[in-house]
């Protein structure tokens, strides 16, 4: 097929998506198309790489400096994020008081620019890692957070997998890039690596599955069927990325995290905590033993991978050796700079930039009173996904797929870092929600004659005397 016409079909493909998934009486607010350009650019390409700027200095200075077009981007997202919240203000409020321990995770992050070597441009960072939380916040101070949800991530998936699919089958310059520690091309789709390309069809495919699973079961769900045929398609074309990509890490975790999905759907099992903990006990210590403890490397081996994790244990172990303080780190993401990254090149290859581990690289960056912080919000955040899951099966089955995605993802790679898809999914799963106090019907009732029986406001309202407790709770 021409490139032309292939191009063609594969708009009104993703056209198609929108349409077959359309929900007319489900509405979000229009503030909720900021975290989608948010996702939409961090689960793909950088806005100067799509516009064709070309970068005006060497790889380590630009990795320091960044873009300034990609800065101007995403400072124009923030602030407009930021008026957003301005008119939410109440709910925001409650939002932050409800998330102390993330909050104080960023708090230290921003702290630890101050031993930063490199302070103004750390800052500059945590200035963009802030905006993860804006986008978070937005989300969930929408309308309806729970469509919020489901609609940012869908509709981030509905143009970028279509697009990778595309970019990979009939436009190579721009699907593929040629990997200079093999000496071979990888397909990376709309990003600019297969791991990015991975993560993308990670996030964007454990949406689609969850959703299928929940209109699948839903009989009544109207338009049920052209749904699910939406969602079978993204599926159809993650798994292909997948196995096109060789992007095991990955896969491993879509297919884990999937399997909880699935077995949580099972009517047995929904809503009971102690399901969800089993599933997630068995999918990390499985991980922990085929990276860590099989020192044969058999199970590591039969997904095409040697015992070395594709060198990540060189990578590690050159890292540790060049560590800053065990305590405190070396500031917030301010390893990967100066005459520390080029003695990293030196002994590994030139090009790398994280540690391929996400405590790892917490450790790095903030030692190990970050790390301990880290390991908060990791038991804080699971309570508040199984407590979610206990009340509403249905939403909470995406957060404990987005938790345990996470944390298994983050044994070979740095996924717990700013602008981050699975650091945005992570967050996604852990942020509680305080619930609204539920209104009784004598209260509504009184309500109802206000407006009607202008009278009726200075009648004595027994009811006022009984204040029900407001019930706190995540979602």
């Known amino acids: 097929m021409p490139p032309a016409i292939a191009t063609a079909v594969f708009v009104l493909m993703i056209l198609g998506l929108f349409l077959l998934d359309r929900d007319p009486e489900v509405r979000t607010s229009p503030g909720l198309w900021i975290p989608f350009l948010w996702l939409l650019i961090n689960s793909s390409r950088a806005v100067s790489t799509w516009v064709g700027q070309p970068p005006t200095v060497s790889i380590a200075d630009e990795y320091m ?45 921003l702290a630890s620019i101050f031993w930063s070597e490199y302070t103004f441009i750390a800052f500059k960072r945590w200035s ?9 916040l937005i989300v969930f101070t929408d ?65 689609p599955l969850w959703r299928f699973f929940a209109v699948y079961r839903d009989r009544e769900q109207a338009h049920r069927a052209r749904k699910m045929f939406a969602y079978t398609v993204m599926v159809v074309m993650v798994l292909w990325l997948f196995v ?50 099989d020192t044969g490397g058999n199970l590591v081996g039969s997904l095409g991978r040697d015992a070395t994790m594709t060198g990540r244990t060189g990578i590690w172990k050159a890292v540790l050796s060049l560590s800053g303080s065990p305590l405190i780190g070396t500031g917030f993401e301010s390893f990967w700079m100066g005459e520390r990254l080029q003695k990293v090149w030196n002994l590994t290859a030139k090009g790398i930039q994280e540690a391929h581990n996400g405590y790892l690289e917490v450790y790095l960056n903030l030692g190990w009173l970050g790390v301990g912080l880290l390991a908060v919000v990791i038991a804080w955040g699971y309570r508040n996904a199984v407590a979610m899951y206990r009340r509403n099966a249905d939403a909470g089955r995406i957060r404990l797929a987005f938790f345990a995605a ?20 992570f967050l996604l799963a852990t942020f509680a929600i305080p619930a609204a106090p539920v209104p009784d019907e004598s209260s509504s009732l009184d309500l109802d004659l206000e407006l009607h029986d202008p009278l009726a406001r200075s009648k004595p309202r027994v009811n006022a005397l009984v204040s029900a407790p407001v019930r706190k709770g995540t979602i």
């Open 65 to 109: 400096d960044g873009s300034p077009f990609d800065r101007a981007v995403y400072l124009t997202l923030l602030i407009v994020g930021l008026i957003v919240l301005l008119r939410r203000g109440r709910q925001v409020t409650k939002l932050l008081r409800a998330n102390a321990p993330i909050i104080l995770f960023f708090l230290f992050c």
């Open 128 to 136: 963009k890692a802030i905006g993860d939380i804006v986008m978070i």
């Open 143 to 207: 309308r309806e957070p729970e469509a919020a949800l489901k609609r940012l991530v869908l509709r981030v998936g509905y143009i970028l997998v279509p697009l990778s699919v595309l970019f990979i089958k009939y436009f190579p310059l721009l699907g593929r890039n040629f990997n200079r520690w093999t000496w071979t091309y990888m397909y990376s789709g709309v990003s600019t690596t297969k791991n990015g390309l991975g993560t993308m069809c990670l996030i964007c495919g454990l949406v």
């Open 244 to 293: 096109t990509a060789d992007s095991m890490t990955s896969l491993s975790c879509f297919l884990m995290a999937g399997g909880l999905i699935m077995v949580t759907n099972i009517r047995a099992f929904e809503g009971k905590a102690w399901v969800a903990h089993f599933v997630i006990a068995v999918m990390i210590a499985l991980s922990l033993f085929a990276l860590f403890l």
């Open 406 to 425: 996470a944390l298994v993802y983050n044994f070979t790679e740095a996924g717990f870092r700013m602008m981050d898809p699975v650091w945005i999914a």
